[in-house]
């Protein structure tokens, strides 16, 4: 059974960091793509960042560029998301989620696995 | 970027009546959109991929459709849980730069 299981959100104040940590299992972690993806409190889902199964090749939204690093750790099946610079606008439940996989893409942002998700609250 | 608009944003049926989603696209996604359903309290799920494509365990009675900037969502009987609501998503292809989700459109009891 895959399972995802997030971790690390928490009160944050503007300006400051949090790392978020997603511990997979039930699948062979290092052949799929992995993306954190984000929900407003009562709003939609927002796209963050996506990884490859390597980790060679990472992408991100243009909201949180050059701000939140993505990572991963095959090892320890474990995807990471460093966010610094937080906003107040980043006030969000992260969810990690598991790309759906294919012959075709190497990330296909299809997701097919979701964690339950972890709060992040950005204020002073 | 590409934007997604879903309409109507609130449907009201009943159980048993037929419901159809809209997605429209700024520009043209190919046929790489999904379909994701969302109840409260509850991470997204995963209906349709490649705008036609039923995902792994959903019921036929699921149905996605359209290529281009116009996709349809379709749920032919509505039974009680799929009261929820429904979010559309394209990708880039190449490269994989990233994805996008739409507003979404919540289906409600009548």
């Known amino acids: 059974e895959v399972q995802l299981l997030e971790s690390g959100g928490g009160l944050v104040q503007p300006g400051g960091s949090l790392r978020l940590s997603c511990a997979a299992s039930?699948?062979?972690?290092?052949?799929?793509?992995m993306s954190w993806v984000r929900q407003a409190p009562g709003k939609g889902l927002e796209w963050v960042s996506a990884?490859?199964?390597?980790?060679?090749?990472?992408y991100y939204a243009d909201s949180v560029k050059g701000r939140f690093t993505i990572s991963r750790d095959n090892s320890k099946n474990t995807l990471y998301l460093q966010m610094n610079s937080l906003r107040a606008e980043d006030t969000a439940v992260y969810y990690c989620a598991k790309d759906r996989g294919s012959g075709s893409c190497s990330i296909c942002y299809y997701f097919d696995y979701w964690g339950q998700g972890t709060l992040v609250t950005v204020s002073s | 970027e590409i934007v997604l608009t879903q309409s109507p944003a609130t449907l009201s049926l009943s159980p048993g009546e037929r419901a159809t989603l809209s997605c429209r696209a700024s520009?043209?996604?190919?046929?790489?959109l999904a379909w994701y359903q969302q109840k409260p309290g509850q991470a997204p799920r995963l209906l349709i991929y490649d705008a036609s494509n039923r995902a792994t365990g959903i019921p036929a009675r699921f149905s996605g459709s359209g290529s281009g900037t116009d996709f349809t969502l379709t749920i032919s009987s509505l039974e009680p849980e799929d009261f929820a609501v429904y979010y559309c998503q394209q990708r880039s292809n190449w490269p994989p730069l990233g994805s996008t989700f739409g507003p979404g459109t919540k289906v409600d009891i009548k």
């Open positions: 990884i490859s199964g390597s980790g060679g090749s990472t």
């Open positions: 039930g699948f062979t972690f290092s052949s799929y793509a």
């Open positions: 520009q043209s996604v190919s046929s790489y």
